[in-house]
């Protein structure tokens, strides 16, 4: 434990020593944050939603029908049950749920105000709001052509829009716990990577070899830095993301962190892969940009995975982002329970389990 704490201490020691090294600790971070808190939006197209239709009448199925037709929404589902509206809408299997009252007919011919109710999920607080102007416009569409079929000139329909998850539909609500498995990713990335290529380059490598370290040692050694850079990073960002942005976090810091630990274990073995095949600090930083590009656009961070054609979307089982970003939205947002999460924490293991072990053999490989 002496000889793996000095090799630790060292690790850290070069980090804070170097310029550079503190600027992409500390720098990054902070511009991403305030650039994404505040600057990233999102378009949306082909919404799945289900429709839950209580009444018989030809103007609730016109209305259904002009949904069901308008290439904006994708029906994925007719429902029988209001019970039906909770599970779909927690487990994303829809975006909103159009629910037309059995009173609907009767209301629109005899005072001509009838309510419809949209049941739309908040938690990506963008998407909603396309989303509910889609709906408005259909409603409005149908006001007019319920109106000139009369020849009156009330109102026919309104529409009454529930957010869930997100009240308010702040764009920042679904953004900012994002950019936390994003920065983290990318602090942890940059700072593993550089690790073996920067003893290659300052020649400080051969110096390891010749000590009684074994290789496992030494991947240690240049882990736990890391590991604990990459959770300072992420407790940073989430604390900025609470009280800066006012973003709610309303589950368990439990589950948050073992799902943070999960992936920063992930993110360092992928970057010591590239550092144990990187030989100057310029090579492993363009490996690590090549990894964290499709990484982050396959993460479901901007653009929504299922929008991805089928194979594209298979691609993404291999992202220890994909996983990271679901954990990060349902703890903050949804408060999801521990044992609903553990899906996506075993991923990131394995992930982590697999690029450690392949690490470790690489860098083996070039030790030898």
């Excluded at 368990?252 to 100057?280: D, E, N």
């Excluded at 940009?289 to 291999?318: D, E, H, K, R």
Aim: glycine share 6%; net charge positive.
């Amino acid at each position: 434990m002496s000889r793996l704490m000095a090799l630790i201490i060292k690790e850290f020691q070069a980090l804070l020593k170097d310029p550079r090294s503190r600027f992409v600790i500390i720098g990054p971070p902070i511009i991403q944050l305030l650039v994404f808190g505040y600057a990233a939006t999102f378009d949306v197209t082909h919404v799945p939603i289900a429709v839950y239709n209580e009444s018989t009448s030809a103007g609730a199925r016109d209305l259904v029908a002009k949904f069901i037709g308008s290439p904006n929404f994708s029906c994925v589902e007719f429902l029988h049950d209001d019970q039906q509206i909770a599970p779909l809408i927690n487990q994303r299997k829809v975006l909103g749920v159009l629910r037309i009252g059995p009173q609907f007919g009767r209301d629109l011919n005899t005072d001509g105000a009838a309510r419809i109710q949209f049941i739309v999920d908040g938690r990506d607080s963008n998407t909603a709001l396309i989303t509910v102007g889609y709906a408005r416009v259909i409603v409005n569409n149908f006001n007019a052509e319920w109106l000139k079929s009369r020849g009156i000139t009330i109102s026919s329909a309104r529409l009454e829009v529930r957010s869930w998850f997100n009240p308010n539909l702040q764009s920042r609500w679904f953004i900012v716990p994002g950019i936390v498995g994003l920065l983290t990713l990318v602090v942890t990335l940059i700072v593993t990577s550089l690790s073996v290529a920067r003893e290659r380059e300052q020649g400080t490598f051969d110096q390891l070899l010749v000590t009684p370290y074994q290789p496992w040692e030494i991947l240690i050694g240049k882990s736990i830095p890391g590991f604990i850079i990459g959770m300072v990073e992420a407790s940073f960002i989430v604390t900025m993301a609470v009280l800066w942005f006012h973003v709610p976090l309303i589950g368990s810091l439990l589950t948050l962190y073992v799902g943070l630990a999960m992936f920063v274990i992930a993110a360092i073995g992928v970057g010591l892969m590239i550092s144990s095949l990187a030989v100057t600090q310029q090579q492993a930083l363009l490996g690590a940009f090549l990894f964290l590009v499709p990484a982050i656009i396959l993460s479901g961070f901007s653009t929504p995975i299922s929008n991805m054609p089928y194979f594209i979307q298979q691609l993404t089982y291999i992202n220890p982002m994909r996983y990271i970003m679901v954990v990060l939205r349902s703890v903050f947002l949804q408060a999801t329970p521990f044992e609903m999460m553990v899906n996506q924490f075993w991923p990131m293991a394995v992930i982590g389990l697999v690029s450690l072990t392949s690490a470790a053999w690489l860098f083996r490989r070039r030790m030898y």
